[in-house]
């Protein structure tokens, strides 16, 4: 008998994770499937990030969003890059662009030619004056590429700072005007179906009853279907990443808004700060075996640029995924899944990913095997790809001075990344797997950020004369910073287009 079709979803949880997925599924599958959404205005729930990467520009064109109006309803701010300091060494910085660096010189990459043209005096200028987004985050300018008509370059991909309370009520007002029905309620219950052990309902306190064909778990760390209900198991990856508590406070703004997010290396882990439209994101990631709650409360403090806003927020996590991201007939998703933390701005894309995939694989009630183990594969690999980018910021580092970073330098880390390491030491190199998610800018931009220089450039580029390298290089460069110095300050640029309105931010909350 061939198994009927989906005919009713249940999203567990809301947040950013529940709302993404209440509002891409109800855009994309046309009120063919009724979807659900249970939530309790009780449980407190978790941002995962108010800095994000650009692939959420293309979620937001998938469920039909209109860019300013998401600008000016979540107080968001463009971001073109993460400013590093202190990482490498204290008193050093680098910055990660999302721009690539350069145009083509030769059939070798570009920072091919930088290597073999830079002589260590500057001759060539730095690889981040190559890089168009970078220069304007130096400068405090931003354009749309559309909009950056004097620009030799037409690509400069940006991404958002926003506030992921906002961002969640925005999402949430788009999946009801769909059909989406929210339910209040907290859930005190999984029935799940003899024989097979699916999940068949969830009980709420009320004694509402709620079932569903597939259910999706956005519950947050404690994954109540996931792991309460279908004990999957979770693979820890704190011996890697051993930060596993986060405190967060907001503060008043004070001057413009970087277009950039800035993370700075403390003794036991790292700062971050976020600027929105109406106030400033702080926050400190930190190792609870080197750092008490109350210090590491005292410590983001006294670094705030202005007064605080609200209350801390206290978190705590273990790194790490879900054995299965998707198990028998419920598919989890934001930190129901798992959790790498937010240094690189993963968490939201890592949502949005897993719905693409689940619509490469959507089921019916046969629930195939195969489709699952291939789904789990393909969210397997992009954890993994995600989790080895963020060790290389904790391991290739010249920092002694704390015994957090003497454990990271020192300890061992996977293959993968080892043989990602070794690779660009020899020639420079980076091998991009498939669907990998950072591309080979990203690699550059942080291997060598963090001291990871090779020792010796592609062979390719003696093709073209040393000569007539620098002389492009040095066109290239005069190019980007003329064109960028043309662009407007970023903050004129949101208060022309896309300046948020008076809001009550009273419920606005601290978000990771």
Request: aromatic share 10%; charged share 20%; hydrophobic share 40%.
């Amino acid at each position: 008998m061939t198994p009927a079709p989906v005919q009713r979803i249940l999203i567990v949880g809301g947040g950013t994770a529940g709302w993404m997925a209440a509002a891409a599924l109800s855009h994309l599958l046309g009120g063919a499937v009724r979807i659900d959404l249970v939530e309790s205005e009780a449980v407190g729930t978790v941002g995962v990030g108010e800095a994000t990467i650009p692939p959420i520009k293309l979620f937001n064109q998938l469920i039909g969003v209109d860019e300013n109006t998401f600008i000016r309803e979540t107080q968001a701010t463009f971001k073109l890059g993460i400013a590093f300091q202190d990482w490498f060494r204290q008193g050093h910085g680098y910055f990660h662009p999302f721009s690539p660096y350069g145009t083509p010189v030769g059939v070798a990459a570009f920072h091919q030619y930088w290597l073999r043209a830079n002589d260590g005096r500057g001759a060539v200028g730095a690889l981040g004056d190559y890089s168009p987004g970078e220069v304007a985050a130096r400068l405090g300018r931003f354009a749309r590429p559309a909009d950056a008509t004097h620009s030799p370059f037409a690509r400069m991909p940006y991404a958002f700072h926003f506030d992921a309370g906002l961002y969640a009520r925005f999402l949430r007002r788009q999946s009801e005007a769909r059909g989406v029905v929210r339910h209040e309620g907290q859930i005190s219950d999984v029935q799940l179906r003899e024989g097979d052990g699916f999940i068949r309902a969830v009980r709420l306190e009320d004694g509402r009853e709620l079932a569903a064909d597939f259910f999706i778990d956005c519950s947050g760390f404690r994954g109540l279907l996931i792991e309460g209900a279908l004990k999957t198991g979770y693979e820890d990856w704190s011996h890697w990443l051993p930060a596993d508590r986060a405190v967060a406070m907001p503060c008043g703004r004070v001057g413009p808004p970087a277009p950039y997010t800035q993370s700075t290396a403390l003794a036991a882990g790292w700062r971050w700060r976020i600027p929105l439209q109406h106030r400033t994101g702080n926050g400190y990631v930190y190792s609870s075996a080197f750092l008490s709650d109350d210090e590491a409360e005292a410590t983001l403090r006294t670094a705030l640029d202005g007064p605080a806003a609200g209350e801390p927020n206290f978190l705590r996590f273990t790194t790490g995924r879900r054995r299965k991201t998707w198990n028998k007939n419920c598919l989890s998703l934001g930190l129901a899944s798992g959790f790498v933390e937010p240094l690189e701005s993963t968490s939201i894309h890592l949502i949005q990913s897993g719905l693409s995939k689940l619509l490469l694989s959507f089921p019916d009630t046969g629930f195939a095997p195969a489709d699952i183990e291939n789904y789990n594969r393909m969210m397997q690999a992009e954890f993994e790809r995600v989790r080895d980018f963020i060790i290389l910021h904790y391991h290739a580092t010249e920092r002694d001075d704390a015994p957090l970073w003497r454990q990271v330098r020192t300890m061992a880390v996977p293959d993968s990344l080892t043989r990602k390491i070794e690779l660009f030491r020899s020639r420079g190199r980076v091998f991009h797997y498939e669907d990998e998610l950072f591309q080979e800018a990203s690699w550059i931009a942080v291997l060598m950020g963090q001291g990871v220089f090779p020792a010796r450039c592609d062979p390719l580029t003696e093709i073209v004369p040393q000569d007539q390298v620098r002389h492009r290089l040095n066109e290239i460069r005069l190019a980007i910073r003329r064109a960028v110095e043309q662009m407007p300050t970023h903050e004129n640029y949101i208060s022309s287009r896309c300046a948020a309105g008076p809001l009550a931010n009273a419920d606005a909350g601290n978000r990771v």
